[in-house]
Nanobody
Framework: QVQLVESGGGLVQPGGSLRLSCAAS????????VAWYRQAPGKQRELVAL??????NYADSVKGRFTISRDNAKNTVFLQMNNLKPEDTAMYLC??????????????WGQGTQVTVSS
């Protein structure tokens, strides 16, 4: 069984920073591609950042403030969020294509971590 577990969310004041982590575990070899999404109450799920190989893409609303990165040795992905704004408040979810020991490619979602930006 494979799973993704996010952590690092919390309550932060506007202008503050948080670093989210997404750790993959189970019978996996590596993470092929990964993305962070967010969903606020009453809103559609939004793609925040995407990392595939050495290529990254960001939503316009977070460019220059958020950075997606990975630690291949630990099968962990990060989202560094700086200069946070109240409109960044949402549940943040990690989505990854995992290369399994069986050779299969498995699409996996984490359970999410809540980020609240408020004074």
């Amino acid at each position: 069984q494979v799973q993704l577990v996010e952590s690092g969310g919390g309550l932060v004041q506007p202008g503050g920073s948080l670093r989210l982590s997404c750790a993959a575990s189970g019978s996996i070899i590596s993470i092929y591609g990964v993305a962070w999404y967010r969903q606020a109450p009453g809103k559609q799920r939004e793609l925040v950042a995407l990392l595939s190989g050495d290529s990254t893409n960001y939503a316009d609303s977070v460019k220059g403030r958020f950075t997606i990165s990975r630690d291949n040795a630990k099968n962990t992905v990060f989202l560094q969020m700086n200069n946070l704004k109240p409109e960044d408040t949402a549940m943040y979810l990690c989505n990854a294509d995992l290369i399994l020991e069986s050779g299969e490619l498995h699409d996996s979602w984490g359970q999410g971590t809540q980020v609240t930006v408020s004074s």
